[in-house]
């Protein structure tokens, strides 16, 4: 199989874009990642999305962006994986060129969830979840999350103040990247006053939707040397009801899909510079940094309490904001992500970069851990 | 990049399926198929599907559907381009065996569109088209057919009644094929007292919706030597408004996808024994006939007049019914018409068997032509 490196990379600033359009949010970032990789014209386009069909009223987005690129006659589709949408549409961008069959391809995150007049975000995200045995009895998509985070609490002896450090850092973080739907540091008072949505998670420890759109120019890594290279891409599932998993502290989909990405990069969790994970609630980012081998079972918490997870920290996360600053335009954060970590790998992170990174991990996962996609990018 | 195999096939009866879950349908299309080709654990999944979103409450369909097979860990996502899920689906698991990455893919379509209360499902097939462009203005998907077949008919002459032999034909194969949803041949008298749902397009020009669900099993081609082959996969796109064609008479994506099945192949369309075409509307019927080289543009209605589509004419059509008989269940239809062009290359068709075949074509499309999926099979 052929290496894939990334050529070209785009995003727009995650916002409430009342004046922009879902086709025009996907085409602002494709090309501004086909004018970064220097290519005009692409053999294939996937892009991840999770709500259009509801929230905008438009599916077969595949298409329609192809079109409205100008990039008549290629292949094009839409994959949809909750949240784990646009890792998902990695996983096939990545693929379609490893096989052989494309030489240049565009995978694009898109997701418009303001304007979306008579139809609520809240119960286009709930389709995340099981809709016959969890969304049934009326627990929402945060409620489930709350679940998962009270157990954390229960079992490992936690309080919830204790997880504020993950709000912390992804708030100082995101304040130094243009990009980011948020950009004030916060304080231990300004998270005090953060109102619980569902106990024990509040304001700060839940990630806040948006409009926005990232978008990656894949090439046969042969052909481009100088770009940063995939050297591990892995999808697991696991169940989506939480009820039915062994253990709803362990994300066995994350630690199936870290290990396979470890195992084709060679290389373990010690020589990971930097992780762009899913902290889509505090305790998914616990849950993450524990499932990829960083952090013992319960200390996942404790590395964020101990600054571990901050810039100069041995491991920083979510160095451009993560979900909780940056912004969670659910079906294109998993391309954020890998924007991000490529930012960082070519240096061009600005404030937010960190020194001497080498090898960066980005984690994206759809609803309460069903769907976890794991990637590793190297520096040239 | 290796050749792919049809190890296996699964199905249920498209129709309306008052006690059967979507999650129901898609795993007992997938069970069949994998216990038709004696394999019990895959390596990745892909589902097809188009409106779960939004009539089902129901995403992340690849997690759920993998979940309930059992097949914990494995990588699994859905695909979506409306009518052309099916047909997408199939082509991300055939590059999924041919990069090397998986040796065993189970590829789904699946799709639930009665027992939606409150939902209705013209208006979650409207999305297919172009939301702001298209739909913003009333018109519904069967009026944007209705518009294209109007133009036929003005530019070539035909009389609307001109097109019933493409009933004729979906209706008696339907009536051998115990998976299809209408069972009973129509006379021109059943025809005539079709009613005009879009003017010029009447009941039996249109194909029905219906819940179903369509499953393959794929390996590589050097481990099932005795399997039915993939000899080309294409997929290409058009614009999505009608109205942007150069000439909307033209199905450019299905004569893209062709020609690139046909190079792959190395076949021209004289060597296809029979066609699984997407005859939503008997005009696409003939246009994808057109496209596809088995008639001059203008000539797709006089080979069905011809008879040339009947089983033991030059091209048989629709041989097990197609959308009309067999019925649509949008997202699966793709798939059903690989499921059913494999029955015909194994000789397992029944009555409705096409004698000496030895390559099939199938051509799955999304919206009025804007996605469109080609495959070429050979019996081994």
Redesign the interface.
Same mark, same amino acid.
């Given at each position: 199989?052929r290496q894939v490196a990334i050529l070209g990379v785009g995003q727009v600033p995650v916002r409430e874009h009342w004046d922009t359009?879902i086709?025009q949010l996907a085409i602002d970032a494709a090309r501004a990642a086909m004018q970064d990789a220097g290519v005009e014209r692409v053999g294939s386009i996937y892009v991840g999305n999770?709500?259009s069909?509801?929230l905008?009223?438009?599916?077969?987005?595949? *298409?329609?962006v $192809? %079109?409205f690129l100008g990039?008549?006659?290629?292949?094009?589709?839409?994959?949809?994986?909750?949240c784990?949408s646009a890792g998902?549409a990695m996983?096939?961008g990545i693929?379609?060129i490893?096989?052989?069959?494309m030489d240049a391809v565009l995978v694009i995150g898109v997701e418009k969830m303001t304007e979306t007049p008579g139809r609520t975000t809240t119960?286009?995200l709930?389709? *995340?979840a099981? $809709? %016959?045995y969890e969304?049934e009895h009326g627990v929402s998509f945060v409620g489930l999350n709350a679940l998962i985070m009270r157990r954390y609490m229960h079992e490992y002896g936690y309080d919830r103040r204790d997880f504020a450090p993950f709000a912390f850092n992804a708030h100082a973080n995101g304040s130094k990247n243009p990009y980011a739907l948020f950009r004030q540091p916060i304080s231990q008072k300004i998270w005090d006053n953060g109102r619980i949505i569902a106990d024990p998670i509040s304001l700060f420890d839940a990630s806040p939707i948006g409009d926005g759109a990232a978008a990656l120019l894949l090439v046969p890594a042969e052909k481009a040397p100088e770009a940063v290279r995939v050297i591990g891409s892995?999808?697991?599932?696991?169940?989506?009801a939480i009820h039915?998993r062994e253990d709803i502290l362990r994300l066995?989909?994350a630690e199936?899909s870290a290990k396979a990405a470890y195992q084709q990069a060679g290389i373990g969790p010690d020589q990971v510079d930097f992780f762009e994970l899913h902290d889509a609630f505090s305790v998914m980012a616990a849950l993450s940094l524990e499932a990829c081998g960083f952090a013992l079972p319960g200390d996942g918490v404790k590395m964020a309490m101990d600054g571990d997870i901050f810039p100069g920290g041995t491991l920083p996360i979510c160095t451009l904001g993560g979900l909780k600053a940056r912004g969670h335009p659910v079906g294109a954060t998993g391309l954020y992500q890998l924007v991000e970590a490529t930012l960082q790998l070519r240096g061009e992170a600005g404030d937010a970069q960190i020194d001497g990174a080498r090898i960066g991990m980005t984690q994206n996962i759809?609803?309460s851990g069903?769907?976890i996609v794991t990637h590793l990018l190297q520096k040239p």
């Open positions: 199989m359009s086709r999770m709500t069909g509801n905008n009223q438009q599916r077969q987005l595949g *298409a329609l $192809a %079109d990039q008549w006659g290629v292949e094009a589709v839409k994959l949809e994986a909750a784990g998902s996983r096939q693929i379609a490893s096989s052989g069959e119960s286009a709930a389709t *995340a099981d $809709a %016959d969304i892995a999808s697991a599932i696991d169940t989506l039915d066995q989909a199936k759809g609803g069903a769907t």
